[in-house]
C-alpha cells in the first residue's frame, strides 16, 4: 500500500526471502520510482523491497530482536505487523482488511514504546510481552536504537559505539558548528543524552505529517545519476561528488541544487567528515506531489575524526585540504 492506494498483493516465503506478486495491476512503475529500486522484474523489484525494509543484519541486535519474536529473518519480523515506517508513506495490509493510512501511520498515531525500551536497555526478554508492530523493526543503520515519542515530538535515540561515549564528541561538534554556519532548516540537532546508564545521541524526526524521504540511492534513481558520479571509497565527499549530486539535485527539480551541495561540502571539509555514503543525505517530497526539496544534514557519524580514530586519521591525510587543516 501507499498511503490508501493498493500498489500489488503479493506473498512472501520468510524460509527463502523471496516475493511473489499475486496481482501486478498496479506493481512496479511506484516502486521503481518511489523507492530507487533497480531496473529488475516485478517480482525481483518487490523482494528487493521487502527485504529492505527491515533493520539490516549488520545491525549490532538483529538476532536478538528475530529470535524474540520467531522470525526467520528481519523482513519476516516486518511482516508480522504492518511494516510502516516513520520515512515514507508504504505499508502492509492483510488481504481482506479495510484498515486505512490515517488509523495505522505512526506519524500520527502511537506505537508500543517498550519495544524501543527493550531495546535501548538491551533487556531483549521485554520484547516477549511488545507489538513488532513499530517504526523500530523498519529502521535502517547498524548501530542499537530506537524511536521515542515525547508529546508531539518524535525523536531518534542511538546508543554510542565506545563505553563513555567518545564517538559522539565529533558528531556533536559538528552539529553545533552547523548552528554556528548555516540557517536553522538546514541541519538535524544533535544531542548528546543518557538511556539505561548508557552514552546516547539524541535527533528529532526531520519530516511533518505527509512527508517522506528519499534516500541517496533512491536519489540516483530518480535522477539517473550512476552511483559512483557521488559516493567515493573513501567515504569522502570529492569534488567529482559534488558535480553529481548537483546533477542528481537539479534533475529532480530543486532550484538551489548548487547552493545546498556548496554547503555539504563545506561541512565535509571542517568537520573532516569520512562518513560519507547513501543512507545519510537524500530529498524530502510532500507524499503525492513532485515538489522535492533537500533534506537537511542529519547523519555526523565520523566528524572530526571519531569515533575510530586509528582507522580514521590515515584517510583524513589523503584529503588535500583536510591534510592542510592538520
Known sequence: MNRNRELAEFEFDPSTGEARIADASECGADLLV?????????????????????????RLDWGDIVASFGALSPAHLVLMGHGLSLVDQYWYRAPGSTERWEDINFLDNEWDVGFGEALLSRDYSRLATCSPDVPDATTVGHVIKAWERH?????????????D????????????????????????????????????????????SGEEFADGFQLCTMA????????????????????????????????????????????????MLTNFHFD????IRTAGSNAWRAAPFFDYDGSFGFYKIARRYPSLHTRPFIAKLL
Do not use: W
Open 34 to 58: 518511489s523507492r530507487g529500486l533497480a531496473s529488475k522484474s516485478a517480482a525481483s523489484n518487490l523482494t528487493e523491497f521487502v527485504n529492505s525494509r527491515a533493520i539490516s543484519t549488520r
Open 151 to 163: 508529546d508531539d515530538d518524535i525523536i531518534l535515540v542511538k546508543h554510542a559505539l565506545q563505553p
Open 280 to 283: 545519510n543525505f537524500g530529498a
Open 165 to 208: 561515549g567518545a564517538d559522539l564528541i565529533g558528531a556533536k561538534l559538528s552539529s553545533d558548528l552547523c548552528a554556528v554556519l548555516f540557517d536553522q532548516g538546514c541541519h538535524v540537532p544533535f544531542d548528546v543524552v543518557e538511556r539505561y546508564g548508557r552514552p546516547c545521541a539524541a535527533s528529532p524526526l526531520m519530516l511533518a
Open 224 to 271: 539517473a545519476v550512476p552511483e559512483d558520479r557521488i559516493v567515493a571509497r573513501s567515504g569522502a565527499l570529492t569534488q567529482e561528488g559534488c558535480q553529481g549530486l548537483i546533477d542528481a539535485y537539479a534533475a529532480i527539480g530543486l532550484s538551489d541544487a548548487s547552493a545546498h551541495v556548496a554547503r555539504m561540502g563545506c561541512l565535509s571539509c571542517l568537520a
